[in-house]
T-cell receptor, first 111, second 114 residues
Framework: GQNIDQPTEMTATEGAIVQINCTYQ??????LFWYQQHAGEAPTFLSY????GLEEKGRFSSFLSRSKGYSYLLLKELQMKDSASYLC????????????FGTGTRLTVIP | EAGVAQSPRYKIIEKRQSVAFWCNPI?????LYWYQQILGQGPKLLIQ????????DSQLPKDRFSAERLKGVDSTLKIQPAKLEDSAVYLC????????????FGNGTRLTVT
């Protein structure tokens, strides 16, 4: 089975840096994805990690430690438009190689 | 490229009625998923297709939910009869085959069961 944990809510200030953590337990880890979801909209792909380390993509970076079952999403130079839910998702190669989502972290950026 | 298309965008039905949702994936994407997202929660996988075959439907409540993907392109998800707890957004996603391929989601169908 899969167990994915993330904080429910976070608040951060415009221009600041925020780190959203995700811990997971899964039978057959085969990659971790981060998605952004604005209210009422579809999730959109942000990043993918399958090996340990940091992946950087503009203002967003994602880190993975497979031995610790841990990932984080780092958002720099926060903008008001970054207010959204951030979903951590783990691909489990056991069976059908499906993608399982956590409950999401709702980030509110304040002026 | 065109994204994943879903319809309808919204649907309101009474309990015990039936409803169907339609999805057209991104061209060339062999894998198609249906997820259910209840307000305030993450998407929950219902079923995965690869081409026109079911890869995993272990989490689909088969007593009331059914899905098909005829000809390996478009897909429909049906609920019959609907219950109040089925109120949710139903998201369709597609991807290329491969563990590193991200899922691309449609805008979803927001279902309200009264």
């Amino acid at each position: 089975g899969q167990n994915i944990d993330q904080p429910t809510e976070m608040t951060a200030t415009e221009g600041a840096i925020v780190q959203i953590n995700c811990t997971y337990q899964t039978s057959g880890f085969n990659g971790l994805f981060w998605y952004q979801q604005h209210a009422g909209e579809a999730p959109t792909f942000l990043s993918y990690n399958v090996l340990d380390g940091l992946e950087e993509k503009g203002r967003f970076s994602s880190f993975l430690s497979r031995s610790k079952g841990y990932s984080y999403l780092l958002l720099k130079e926060l903008q008001m438009k970054d207010s959204a839910s951030y979903l951590c998702a783990v691909r489990d190669e056991t069976g059908a190689n499906n993608l399982f989502f956590g409950t999401g972290t709702r980030l509110t950026v304040i002026p | 490229e065109a994204g994943v298309a879903q319809s309808p965008r919204y649907k309101i039905i009474e309990k015990r009625q039936s409803v169907a949702f339609w999805c057209n994936p991104i061209s060339g994407h062999a894998t198609l998923y249906w997820y259910q997202q209840i307000l305030g929660q993450g998407p929950k996988l219902l079923i995965q297709f690869q081409n026109n075959g079911v890869v995993d439907d272990s989490q689909l409540p088969k007593d009331r939910f059914s899905a098909e993907r005829l000809k390996g392109v478009d897909s429909t998800l049906k609920i019959q009869p609907a219950k109040l707890e089925d109120s949710a957004v139903y998201l369709c996603a597609s991807s290329l085959v491969g563990g590193g391929s991200p899922l691309h989601f449609g805008n979803g169908t927001r279902l309200t069961v009264t």
